[in-house]
């Protein structure tokens, strides 16, 4: 089965909704028009990734992350149907990331949209990384589930460090992903280091590593679609006077095969556009006859994964 795949790398409408919204809806034109078929945004690309919380004090960003409560969106809204009207009137299938508001807290979500304008899987990512935490709440089991059928193959989604959590990534191989949606944030190159001491695995480099290694790994289609940051919005996310984000910079996008191999020209770290690839879903059968993590390159008589697939609840009412 061949199909047209896509890959967002752009710059979100930072803290801002209804602005968020309307370029959400216009890259999604822009790429049914050009034959896209499966679409992939960045992790909380609506309404941006605050880097801020990772450079400014708590008590330097509360103003930011109000504004940003405020412009986060919420499953069941208007301007979610905005999108899924949009995504119905292209025909194409998205996996959108976005910052969830439910009630007063936040959730880094991915919701899967088909092209009938449905949301066909919602899930939230399991565990913030690091500060992270300071503003989005913790995905429960149901967010496990993270590959759904579709008419365009299987397709599976991640956010970010999710990609680092073997037992995640086990567990969606098992859900049998054929094309996947790698969500991440902006990412940038290492720092030097007489400036400021960094970690490589918080760069571009590294993310795009670990994306490509899932490629392998779950012999899997892998759409990386990472987040940019230009000059002039540094201020409004905190930015200003950091030794770690390079603008116009931020972005890492491409496309794997199951075999790991790029199927497409990368484009600038700081440049916006949408990745495409004509990918056919039997080529992971060559890959497949190599490995198959789940299948019978595995030895579940010695090494398995326990799953508790029930979502807690902070309320529950005795009968």
């Known amino acids: 089965m061949k199909v047209r795949v896509g890959a967002i790398q752009?710059?979100?409408?930072?803290?801002?909704?209804?602005?968020?919204?309307?370029?959400?809806?216009?890259?999604?034109k822009q790429a049914a028009s050009e034959g896209v078929q499966v679409l992939g945004f960045p992790e909380v690309w609506i309404p941006g990734y605050p880097w801020g919380i990772w450079t400014t004090s708590v008590i330097g960003n509360v103003e930011m992350i109000h504004k940003y409560?405020?412009?986060?969106?919420?499953?069941?809204?208007?301007?979610?149907r905005q999108i899924q009207a949009a995504v119905k009137e292209a025909g194409i299938f998205i996996v959108l990331g976005y910052s969830e508001r439910d009630g007063a807290s936040l959730y880094m979500a991915q919701s899967f949209i088909s092209p009938d304008g449905e949301i066909?899987?919602?899930r939230r990512k399991i565990k913030p990384t690091h500060v992270e935490r300071t503003l989005w709440g913790d995905?429960?089991?149901?967010?496990?589930n993270c590959v759904v059928?579709?008419?365009?193959?299987?397709?599976g989604g991640l956010n970010c460090w999710e990609h680092l959590q073997p037992l995640l990534r086990y567990y969606e191989y098992s859900q049998r992903v054929q094309i996947h949606i790698a969500s991440?944030?902006?990412?940038?190159?290492?720092?030097?280091?007489e400036k400021q001491p960094w970690l490589y695995h918080e760069t571009g480099e590294a993310s795009y590593r670990a994306s490509q290694f899932m490629a392998i790994e779950g012999q899997t289609f892998v759409l990386v679609a990472s987040e940019i940051i230009t000059e002039p919005n540094l201020e409004k996310n905190n930015l200003l006077g950091n030794h770690v984000t390079k603008t116009p910079g931020g972005g890492f996008s491409m496309i794997f095969g199951p075999d790991g191999k790029p199927l497409c020209e990368p484009v600038g770290a700081g440049?916006?556009?949408?990745l495409k690839a004509d990918i056919d879903l039997t080529d992971i059968d060559y890959a497949k006859t190599f490995i198959d993590t789940v299948g019978h390159y595995a030895r579940p008589d010695l090494l398995s994964l326990l799953v508790n697939p029930v979502a807690a609840k902070n309320v529950t009412e005795m009968k």
């Open 10 to 28: 752009s710059e979100p409408v930072w803290l801002d909704l209804t602005g968020s919204v309307d370029k959400t809806i216009a890259l999604i």
């Open 69 to 80: 409560m405020a412009n986060s969106m919420s499953r069941d809204s208007a301007e979610m």
């Open 120 to 122: 066909v899987l919602h």
């Open 139 to 144: 995905g429960q089991a149901d967010s496990l």
């Open 149 to 155: 059928d579709s008419r365009f193959g299987r397709i």
């Open 184 to 193: 991440w944030p902006a990412e940038f190159e290492m720092p030097d280091p």
């Open 271 to 274: 440049e916006e556009a949408i």
